[in-house]
């Protein structure tokens, strides 16, 4: 029995710098689902989809199949994942004078995690593909299928949104 | 109190974030084991090859359809997209005295907002702007009032793509007036209500 299953699969080399490439995904798709164990789960879907697909195992590759995994998650639990963003507009106060701030040590009191987790699956998305993968917001477009000019101002309210928020809580405390 | 650079804070905490070593092996068991080896059988690839053919004609119909479209119909979306924004008179992001002011502040714009001549002749005063998208593309939503107090919306937009094969004119949606006209480099679209 075990040999007749082993008579179906056969043994790969490991592709060249998978630790990092897994590394990777796994942060990308935590930015998506903000959860550790949902993140894992969500690499795990992305690899057997590769698999499946005899596909190379490139980044772009990989964070395509991720997304392609999470979306496909929510339709079945028929949630709303992505709003449009012709109509989504939020006015912020704690507008950012420089989008890339100085600002107190907000990764140490754990502030930035929970701003983060007050943020939307796409506004994470793009900031990290931004901010942590360096991607040009025409990167992003080609990644997310959306036009270049949603990016830019996506990125721009998400940066917003993230100060406003940060100010809220820092005054809380 | 030390401070630092909110994008170093950020490309810091998605660093701490790393998979399970529990994860990681059994992510590296399932790529070396692989998926048990499946033959394709005829119909599958009967299926395939449907499939292939239906997104060979989308995409031919897409593009086409694309090509195909008039300035006027292109320009009857936009002014329509133009009229719907201001109606639903979304809160301003920037609030402005003087165009050179938005010059300052929409960073994010790939293009110079300016002040059509037309704003200085029928007397409108600005008030504020928000970052939008037009046909797909980055565009500023400028809100003046004229001598009455009454908002009038000013949208600015590079000719590119579609918005290239627009056409000059005036159009009259939902209770709005919509005028379209190119200047300095720009379409400009203003949305004001009928008199």
Same mark, same amino acid.
């Given at each position: 029995m075990?040999?007749?299953?082993?008579?179906?699969?056969?043994?790969?080399?490991?592709?060249?710098?998978?630790?990092?490439?897994?590394?990777?995904?796994?942060?990308?798709?935590?930015?998506?689902?903000?959860?550790?164990?949902?993140?894992?789960?969500?690499?795990?879907?992305?690899?057997?989809?590769?698999?499946?697909?005899?596909?190379?195992?490139?980044?772009?590759?990989?964070f395509?199949?991720?997304?392609?995994?999470?979306?496909?998650?929510?339709?079945?639990?028929?949630?709303?994942?992505?709003?449009?963003?012709?109509?989504?507009?939020?006015?912020?106060?704690?507008?950012?004078?420089?989008?890339?701030?100085?600002?107190?040590d907000?990764l140490?009191?754990?502030?930035?995690?929970?701003?983060?987790?007050?943020l939307?699956?796409?506004?994470?998305?793009?900031?990290?593909?931004?901010?942590?993968?360096?991607?040009?917001?025409?990167?992003?477009?080609?990644?997310?299928?959306?036009?270049?000019g949603?990016?830019?101002?996506?990125?721009?309210?998400?940066?917003?949104?993230l100060?406003?928020v940060?100010?809220?809580?820092?005054k809380?405390? | 109190?030390?401070t630092?650079?909110?994008?170093?804070?950020?490309?810091?905490?998605?660093?701490?974030?790393?998979?399970?070593?529990?994860?990681?092996?059994?992510?590296?068991?399932?790529?070396?084991?692989?998926?048990?080896?499946?033959?394709?059988?005829?119909?599958?690839?009967?299926?395939?090859?449907?499939g292939?053919?239906?997104?060979?004609?989308?995409?031919?119909?897409?593009?086409?359809?694309?090509?195909?479209?008039?300035?006027?119909?292109v320009?009857?979306?936009?002014a329509?997209?133009?009229?719907?924004?201001?109606?639903?008179?979304?809160? @301003?992001e920037?609030?402005?005295?003087?165009?050179?002011?938005?010059?300052?502040?929409?960073r994010?714009?790939d293009?110079?907002?300016?002040?059509?001549?037309?704003?200085?002749?029928?007397?409108?005063?600005?008030?504020?702007?928000?970052?939008?998208?037009?046909?797909?593309?980055?565009?500023?939503?400028? @809100?003046? @009032?004229?001598?009455?107090?009454?908002?009038?919306?000013?949208?600015?937009?590079?000719?590119?793509?579609?918005?290239?094969?627009?056409?000059?004119?005036e159009?009259?949606?939902?209770?709005?007036r @919509?005028?379209?006209?190119?200047?300095?480099?720009?379409?400009?679209?203003?949305?004001?209500p009928?008199?």
């Amino acid at each position: 029995m075990t040999r007749a299953l082993d008579a179906g699969r056969h043994e790969r080399e490991m592709p060249e710098g998978i630790d990092g490439l897994l590394e990777s995904g796994y942060r990308y798709a935590f930015s998506l689902v903000h959860d550790a164990a949902a993140a894992e789960d969500l690499v795990q879907d992305a690899c057997l989809s590769i698999l499946a697909a005899g596909a190379a195992w490139e980044r772009r590759y990989l964070f395509a199949t991720i997304r392609n995994r999470f979306i496909d998650g929510y339709r079945k639990n028929r949630k709303i994942l992505f709003l449009s963003l012709e109509r989504d507009e939020e006015s912020r106060e704690g507008e950012p004078a420089d989008p890339n701030w100085e600002a107190p040590d907000f990764l140490q009191s754990g502030l930035l995690e929970r701003a983060l987790a007050s943020l939307r699956a796409q506004e994470r998305e793009t900031l990290y593909l931004a901010v942590v993968e360096g991607y040009t917001a025409e990167e992003i477009a080609e990644l997310t299928s959306r036009p270049r000019g949603t990016i830019l101002s996506l990125l721009h309210r998400t940066k917003a949104k993230l100060c406003d928020v940060l100010g809220r809580d820092r005054k809380v405390l | 109190m030390a401070t630092r650079k909110i994008d170093d804070q950020i490309r810091d905490y998605y660093a701490q974030q790393r998979p399970s070593p529990d994860a990681v092996n059994r992510l590296k068991q399932i790529i070396r084991v692989g998926m048990p080896a499946r033959r394709a059988s005829r119909r599958s690839w009967m299926v395939v090859a449907a499939g292939l053919m239906i997104a060979a004609v989308t995409l031919l119909w897409t593009a086409a359809h694309r090509v195909t479209q008039s300035p006027q119909q292109v320009t009857a979306s936009i002014a329509r997209q133009a009229a719907v924004g201001h109606n639903e008179k979304q809160e @301003v992001e920037f609030r402005v005295r003087e165009c050179a002011e938005l010059q300052a502040k929409m960073r994010s714009l790939d293009f110079t907002p300016v002040e059509p001549s037309m704003m200085q002749h029928m007397n409108m005063r600005i008030v504020g702007a928000r970052y939008t998208t037009l046909g797909g593309e980055i565009a500023a939503q400028i @809100v003046y @009032v004229d001598a009455n107090g009454v908002p009038c919306t000013l949208y600015e937009v590079r000719p590119v793509e579609q918005l290239a094969r627009i056409a000059p004119g005036e159009h009259q949606i939902d209770g709005v007036r @919509v005028s379209v006209w190119k200047e300095k480099g720009l379409v400009m679209i203003l949305a004001r209500p009928m008199a």
